[in-house]
């Protein structure tokens, strides 16, 4: 079918869910497919309510497949997860909600729109999204068996559990006594986990690099790998498994897919790749392939006061650099590198402190952040070399926690 533009598409669909030309407009399924999969996640959201069929249609892991595949469709969107107070400290009711992002003569907003929300759910802990992958997101959960990571589908309105992660133990630690064990060795999935998708066999695979927690720090690196653990789980599988391959280092932070890879910051707490890289690099992982390497980060800088963090800037790696209270750089990852996509000062209207990037705002390639202790959201125009603040609307309640990221 010849790629038609996607208001074209949308015209298509508009006209398909008439009343009068329902029954009429049945269409082979190929053809559904190949129109549905160049639609953007917020009107498939609306279409999954036209009928049954429609919801199977969009419900359909084929679909998916053929949405992955795709170009991104239209500007990126933020969505919004909030977790509201309650008297039942076990159980707080959570929302995920599109947002309506605007930019008129230099103001911009974004507003939770008032009509039921793309998700409601139960959950008993605050934890934040962690990271996303072709339109999943995926968090945290601790449960007496071991560490869950938890996949949102949004546009399905459900929740899948992975299996528990369990926790490697050495035979010595194993036979020490009076201690609990399972929470001595606590794994850290929060700081070293990522989804991915392996289009070689159209599934979402989950990857969990994890560290055993020692009392104090390993000095030698050799035995620091030894102590890592790769662990893979396959969405809709009952198991993880271990594969032999670790990276070089321990890595840290939301592990960004793109290009078939995650990718994530080596962590931190040990500093012997500086004298090798001259910077912090990333860790890449092949999801078909299974397959650790290293990229050099974009240019040196000095290590104080500077804070690195990897963001998913519409299917593509960025490097954002944050030099404390003086200015921030971020970086794309394209074929041939690193490039430079900005560089601004951290002035007014900026606060001083930590920002985090969010993404990009539109396909002009503005970048959103926040200043999350404050709510606090801001806008670079690449064009015009300018910062706006933005206006979050109709999320009023102080108490209400929300985590905000571009989908």
Same mark, same amino acid.
């Given at each position: 079918?010849?790629?038609?533009? *996607? ?11 008439? %009343? ?6 049945? &269409?082979?399924?190929?053809? !559904?497919?190949?129109? &549905? ?28 497949? !053929? ?18 107070? =309650?008297?039942? /400290? ?10 309506? /992002?605007? #930019? ?20 008993? =802990? ?5 990271? *996303? ?21 949004? &546009?399905?309105?459900?929740?899948? $559990?992975?299996?528990?992660? %369990?926790?490697?133990? /050495?035979?010595?630690?194993?036979? =020490? ?41 390993? #000095? ?21 498994? %271990? ?10 932070? $939301? ?44 240019? #040196? ?9 990897? @963001?998913?800037?519409?299917?593509? @790696? ?17 074929? +041939?590198?690193?490039? !430079? ?16 990037? &969010? ?9 959103? !952040? ?8 801001? @806008? ?17 309640? #102080? ?5 905000? +990221?571009?989908?």
């Amino acid at each position: 079918m010849a790629d038609l533009p *996607s208001e074209n598409m949308y015209n298509i669909l508009s006209t398909l869910t008439s %009343k009068k030309r329902l029954q009429a407009a049945i &269409l082979p399924s190929e053809i !559904m497919y190949d129109i &549905l999969s160049r639609m953007p996640v917020k009107s498939l959201a609306r279409f999954r309510c036209v009928n049954k069929l429609w919801c199977n249609y969009i419900n359909d892991p084929y679909l998916e497949a !053929m949405h992955t595949k795709r170009p991104p469709v239209n500007d990126p969107v933020p969505i919004m997860f909030r977790q509201f107070p =309650s008297d039942d /400290h076990s159980n707080s009711p959570c929302t995920l909600s599109f947002l309506e /992002h605007k #930019e008129e003569a230099g103001i911009c907003t974004l507003e939770v729109k008032k009509k039921p929300p793309v998700m409601e759910f139960m959950c008993k =802990s605050w934890k934040q999204v962690l990271g *996303s992958c072709n339109g999943l997101l995926y968090s945290s959960k601790h449960s007496h068996d071991g560490n869950k990571l938890v996949v949102i589908h949004p &546009l399905r309105k459900d929740c899948y $559990e992975s299996p528990p992660i %369990k926790t490697p133990f /050495h035979p010595q630690q194993q036979q =020490s006594c009076g201690i609990d064990l399972q929470e001595s060795n606590r794994l850290r999935v929060e700081e070293s986990s990522g989804l991915g998708f392996d289009d070689s066999t159209n599934t979402f695979k989950m990857v969990c690099v994890v560290l055993r927690e020692h009392e104090g720090q390993l #000095e030698d690196l050799y035995q620091l790998k030894e102590d890592l653990w790769t662990m893979v789980h396959v969405l809709g599988t009952d198991s993880w498994r %271990k594969i032999p391959q670790v990276p070089s280092y321990p890595i840290t932070g $939301e592990g960004v897919f793109a290009n078939g890879c995650l990718h994530w910051l080596i962590s931190d707490e040990y500093d012997d790749y500086r004298a090798a890289y001259l910077g912090r690099p990333v860790i890449k992982f092949d999801i078909a392939k299974e397959e650790f390497g290293v990229i050099k980060p974009p240019h #040196e800088l000095p290590d104080y006061w500077v804070r690195e963090r990897l @963001v998913d800037l519409r299917g593509e @790696v960025g490097y954002v650099y944050q030099i404390f209270n003086h200015r921030m750089q971020l970086w794309v990852l394209k074929e +041939r590198g690193w490039v !430079m996509h900005c560089e601004f000062e951290q002035k007014p209207p900026l606060p001083g402190g930590l920002m985090k990037v &969010l993404g990009f705002w539109n396909d002009n390639g503005d970048v959103l !952040m926040t200043y999350n202790w404050k709510r606090q959201m801001f @806008v670079y125009n690449l064009n015009s070399n300018s910062l706006h603040e933005v206006s979050l609307v109709g999320c009023e309640e #102080e108490l209400t926690l929300i985590d905000i +990221r571009m989908y």
